[in-house]
């Protein structure tokens, strides 16, 4: 069992920058490739970012790429999302989630992840 608790979410400026943190409890966490995820309004949950279990693969979405970093603390447990220049389309809640059957690689699958945070809401005023 892996429980993933999100944090850094808030209210900012379009342009302006803030740090998702997600702590998961267990011991797989060293052994699980991790994801963030986002759901606006009305659409469809996204993936965001992936990143394999040893930190060496990762993976930005079309639309991040180029001002959202993915990171991970194996000693702390912890998989981190930088978000830089945000706009106001990156609105949406973001979750955390984790993949224990990937082997030391990267998945885009929101099946392929067994494990689910609570959410976090990002919202961004233009």
């Known amino acids: 069992q892996v429980q993933l608790v999100e944090s850094g979410g808030g209210l900012v400026q379009a342009g302006d920058s803030l740090r998702l943190s997600c702590a998961a409890s267990g011991r797989t966490f060293s052994s699980s490739t991790m994801g963030w995820f986002r759901q606006a309004p009305g659409k469809e949950r996204e993936i965001v970012a992936t990143i394999s279990k040893s930190g060496a693969r990762t993976y930005l979405g079309y639309s991040v790429k180029g001002r959202f970093t993915i990171s991970r603390d194996n000693a702390e447990n912890t998989v981190y999302l930088q978000m830089n220049s945000l706009k106001p389309e990156d609105t949406a809640v973001y979750y955390c989630?984790?993949?224990?059957?990937?082997?030391?690689?990267?998945?885009?699958?929101?099946?392929?992840?067994?494990?689910w945070g609570q959410g976090t809401q990002v919202t961004v005023s233009s």
């Open positions: 989630a984790a993949a224990l059957k990937v082997f030391d690689s990267i998945t885009i699958i929101k099946s392929d992840y067994e494990y």
